[in-house]
């Protein structure tokens, strides 16, 4: 795979936004690239821009980890979809690569999809996804991207910010909701009975 090294922009002292856009890089070779570099979150924008980042910090990963426990949990008890976690990376239909923290697809969206996509890099926007904040991340950038996962699709986005203690909710055709420090967040009516406490994430 040819490879640019142009960097045009340090998003956060920890991830590092490189310019592929002279360099067409095909899904098989992006997935190539994901497998070699394991230890690594890889997506990529809808404009070709390769975006890398490292291992999160300790309590960054507990708190993801709670996260993805919750929504698996809610999934398995519900029965109509299936979750995913944090290394799960889906083809937005705008080309973009993105791995959310936490996302949720019905079970007849997902088996519509061939075999093989499905053991790739799914061509399928997740109807419900979970960014959260580390402290590394810059807030807009986060805000873009549950605007990008919204356009393609998602029908529910849930933006978690421990480090203001703040949620914002997005939906199709709304404009997204801030709610300052709340005890509980709901997923209804997308996610039918889901209800994450939020003490287990701060």
């Known amino acids: 795979m040819a490879q640019s090294t142009h960097l045009i922009d340090q998003a956060t002292p920890t ?3 490189v310019d592929f856009r002279s360099v067409r890089v095909s899904e098989e070779e992006f997935y190539a690239l994901c497998r070699d570099n394991p230890e690594l979150r890889i997506e990529m924008t809808a404009e070709g821009e390769l975006i890398i980042m490292p291992p999160t910090g300790s309590e960054t990963g507990r708190r993801n980890s709670t996260l993805t426990q919750r929504v698996a949990n809610w999934a398995e008890a519900d029965g109509t979809g299936l979750s995913f976690d944090s290394s799960t990376g ?3 239909p705008n080309g973009a690569k993105r ?4 996302s949720w697809i019905k079970k007849e969206r997902w088996h519509a999809l061939a075999p093989e996509q499905r053991e ?3 061509p399928i926007c997740p109807d419900f996804v979970v960014e959260l904040r580390s402290p590394d991340d810059r807030l807009p950038v986060l805000q873009a991207k549950m605007v990008e996962y919204i356009e393609n699709g998602a029908r529910l986005g849930l933006l978690l910010d421990p480090i203001q203690r703040s949620v914002y909710v997005y939906r199709p055709n709304q404009q997204p909701e ?3 420090n709340p005890e509980t967040i709901s997923g209804d009516p997308v996610l039918p009975g889901f ?3 939020l003490k287990d994430i701060w």
């Open 120 to 122: 790739r890099f799914a």
């Open 90 to 92: 889906f083809i937005l």
């Open 99 to 102: 791995s959310p923290d936490a």
């Open 178 to 180: 801030q709610i300052d």
């Open 195 to 197: 209800v994450l406490k």
């Open 15 to 17: 991830d590092w936004t």
